[in-house]
């Protein structure tokens, strides 16, 4: 059996290399496999699978060969070693020169996987984990360094290496990537506090003073921002009626099933590199049921990067993951403390880790649907440029756990099948979700990625690219997750959520003449109504409320006052928005999987005062803790039954069983405060 080559470790400053040395031509070179079958390294028939692989798909075969776990790590890089007579470094007994990886820069070295290790003999040693791209990086090197000389290290130990030495400035960049006019970290939280108070002391004042014009122009206000939230949702319903035309290219997939893209100048495109992000935080037992959801993703394993991002400090996690046996195409991404703990803020530090030019953001529950990554690469190879940003349908695998849950999951497919969608064909801006995202990496970077300080991040993010001129389309896959189904639960999330949405308001009306420059006036207009007018609609719903004594006989204190024609008014406005959101409901849930809901759907009606409550909190919370991440429970639901749920309701819906309450005799039906933005995570 022939020997394994054994690593050459530079333990101590090497002689100066030749520059005819630094990277061989690719005829001088053997090649990788031929090495490895010598040493004894590789099965040959796991060689033949990751070679057809690297024809097709323009990745190094070790690459290939590691992302499937045919090949050990040490007898790689040996192998590579001898392939490239290149050194191999011990990057960590021998730290690097800071002041070298200051000049090229962190995010620079963990993006292309190079590290500047010392000066040797009047050349710079840089290691690199990817000797194949090594040479593109040559000229940009040089000119920063002047000679240079390839060496090898694991990508696992470079990353080690700078995080020992540039932590703190990657954590620091992560948390202001965003610049300062476009993001929350600004935020006074006692100037809030004086001007909330003053508000109130106003408010206060004006309802001991002249009642009647502070309540009926708060009811004005009220009525207006109903009918245009309403008026918005029943466009996008019209609009989703309307047949569109599909994508006019179309991908193919080779025999061996593995899609191929459009062809481009002449020749198809390869697939690229897709990384997808999971924060991850206080999640005891989600790693074996994350691998087995991400496992039925069927893109190419080797093409698939997956990173499980956590916080140092939650020591829960850490602990699962460590026990737990990932496949080769997961890895953990270690987020340092710092003084938020915050989402976007782990997003930011692990996008620099991230090797594909595709993102992707997940939740741990999530479970896609097999072909999702497919549908990503392939839109994205046939939409415009301006077109940089995916989002996916979000659905709950559990919407038969209880009542909340079927309230729910109705919402949810109201808002991801309706409203999304068709706010998003009418050119308006599109507030994303929390997961099921991809982006174009370019303009992503170029954003600064997320804001830090947002909690919800997700749906800034979204306003920043249409601001930038970038658009966001929906594609139809589904990403399953778990419904919250508890009550309180519900309220703590949704005034996360609602809280990030008066932020992010705050945050982009700082400057109206700008912003309205950039958005133009429809998508001003749209903004307003998704964000302003849903906030004050939860706020307010209590004023709408009252006129239920109307349906009691009782006498109300407006009556009087209003005109003799605004009861019959308002009474149309009241039952159009609640067609409306009927209407909406059940076309969106009318599909075999959720068909079993559409009796479920009127009852919305007592779900929606759920948001009013949580809205009440978000704004306490904007004025005494702004940056406070209030975790969503999850784990409440049994997953190992949700396989047995979907096959459920897909073969054979059960009948409706439970009986509708009866409807009340209400001459005016006042619409409860509807939550109109169920998507930030």
């Excluded at 924060?279 to 069927?298: K, N, T, W, Y």
Aim: hydrophobic fraction near 45%.
């Amino acid at each position: 059996m022939p020997q394994t080559p054994q690593l050459r470790l530079i333990s101590s400053p090497p002689a100066a290399p030749q520059p005819a040395r630094l990277v061989r031509t690719r005829a001088a070179r053997k090649p990788l496999g031929q090495i490895l079958l010598e040493a004894g390294a590789v099965d040959p028939g796991d060689l033949l699978r990751a070679v057809a692989m690297r024809d097709r798909q323009d990745l190094p075969l070790g690459d290939i060969l590691q992302a499937h776990g045919w090949v050990a790590e040490a007898d790689l890089m040996a192998a590579l070693a001898t392939q490239w007579d290149a050194e191999a470094l011990d990057l960590i007994g021998q730290r690097p020169d800071p002041r070298l990886v200051d000049r090229l820069g962190a995010e620079t070295c963990l993006r292309q996987a190079v590290l500047p290790w010392r000066r040797a003999g009047g050349a710079t040693v840089i290691a690199t984990a990817r000797p194949d791209a090594f040479q593109a990086l040559l000229p940009q090197l040089t000119a920063e360094f002047g000679p240079c000389a390839m060496a090898l290290a694991p990508e696992r130990d470079i990353h080690s290496a700078l995080l020992a030495s540039r932590q703190t400035r990657l954590v620091r960049k992560a948390e202001a990537q965003v610049p300062a006019e476009l993001s929350c970290r600004g935020a006074d939280a006692a100037r809030s506090a004086r001007v909330a108070l003053a508000l109130l002391v106003l408010l206060a004042a004006g309802l001991l003073l002249a009642p009647v014009l502070v309540l009926g122009t708060l009811l004005a206000w009220t009525l207006v921002t109903l009918l245009l939230a309403q008026g918005l949702k029943l466009a996008a319903l019209l609009v989703m009626l309307r047949p569109h035309a599909p994508p006019s290219h179309s991908a193919e997939r080779a025999p061996d099933g593995v899609l191929a893209l459009p062809a481009r100048h002449g020749r198809p495109d390869r697939l690229p590199m897709v990384s997808i992000m999971v924060p991850m935080f206080r999640e005891h037992d989600i790693a074996p049921r994350l691998v087995q959801r991400l496992g039925r993703l069927d893109y190419p394993k080797e093409l698939l990067d997956i990173l499980l991002v956590i916080e140092e400090e939650d020591m829960v996690t850490r602990t699962a993951l460590s026990a737990a046996d990932l496949p080769h195409w997961m890895r953990t991404v270690v987020v340092p403390q710092g003084p938020i703990k915050t989402k976007p803020r782990a997003l930011n530090f692990a996008l620099n880790f991230c090797r594909g030019s595709i993102i992707g953001v997940y939740d741990a529950e999530d479970a896609p649907d097999a072909d999702q990554i497919h549908k990503v690469v392939r839109r994205f190879a046939e939409a415009p440029e301006d077109v940089v940003c995916l989002q996916g349908i979000l659905d709950f695998y559990n919407p038969r756990t209880n009542w909340l849950s079927r309230c729910f999951t109705v919402e949810y497919a109201s808002w991801f099948r309706v409203v999304l969608p068709g706010i998003a064909r009418m050119g308006l801006v599109v507030p994303l979700g929390g997961t099921t995202l991809f982006f174009r990496r370019g303009p992503l970077e170029e954003l600064g990625g997320w804001d830090a300080h947002n909690v919800t991040e997700d749906a800034d993010l979204g306003l920043r690219l249409a601001r930038r001129g970038y658009r966001t389309e929906l594609i139809h896959t589904v990403t399953g997750e778990e419904a919250n189904c508890r009550a309180l639960h519900w309220v703590k999330q949704r005034s996360r959520w609602q809280k990030g949405y008066a932020m992010t308001w705050g945050v982009h009306m700082r400057n109206p003449a700008r912003l309205w420059r950039e958005l133009g006036a429809w998508r001003m207009f749209g903004f307003q109504v998704m964000f302003l007018g849903s906030l004050t609609q939860s706020l307010l719903a209590p004023l709408l409320w009252t006129f239920w004594v109307l349906a009691l006989g009782l006498p109300h204190a407006f009556a009087a006052a209003l005109p003799g024609w605004m009861l019959p008014a308002m009474t149309a406005l009241f039952l159009g928005s609640e067609a409306v959101n009927i209407l909406c409901g059940l076309w969106a849930v009318r599909g075999p999987r959720h068909r079993h809901l559409m009796p479920w759907v009127p009852t919305l009606h007592l779900y929606h005062p759920l948001g009013t409550l949580s809205a009440w909190k978000a704004l306490h919370e904007v004025v005494t803790k702004p940056f406070y991440w209030d975790k969503t429970q999850h784990g409440l639901f049994d997953g190992s039954h949700e396989e047995a749920e979907d096959e459920e309701v897909l073969v054979a819906p059960p009948p409706f069983a439970v009986p509708m309450p009866l409807p009340m005799p209400m001459p005016i039906p006042v619409p409860a405060a509807s939550p109109q933005h169920p998507a930030p995570r």
